[in-house]
């Protein structure tokens, strides 16, 4: 299983489709913890908010976590496409 390669984006026009989902779904990710680091750093202005505006920075950091969770999993389910097929070839199915 050949993970980060090109080729496995342009397999077929299904490789294709999950490429473009988790990518839609990585950006909306990345823009999120985005969001909530710069929310998080406003709110320090304000002594009242600084708790609030920690737990911002808290869900920022898993955000940005997840990003290379989802970049490795669109690469092994990239990677792993059609390997039902090359499977039924190979038993003459």
Do not use: C
């Not at 999993?73 to 059609?82: H, T, V």
Request: hydrophobic share 50%.
């Amino acid at each position: 299983m050949a993970l980060f390669r090109h080729y496995n984006r342009e397999k077929s026009q299904k490789s294709r489709h999950i490429y473009a989902v988790f990518e839609l779904v990585y950006t909306a990710v990345d823009f999120t913890a985005a969001m909530f680091f710069l929310v998080g750093s406003i709110m320090f202005f304000w002594e009242s908010l600084m708790f609030s505006a920690t737990w911002f920075f808290v869900l920022g950091s898993i955000l940005f976590g997840v990003k290379p969770s989802l970049r490795l999993a669109r690469e092994i389910k990239l990677a792993r496409l059609g390997d039902d097929e090359d499977l039924a070839d190979r038993y003459g199915n």
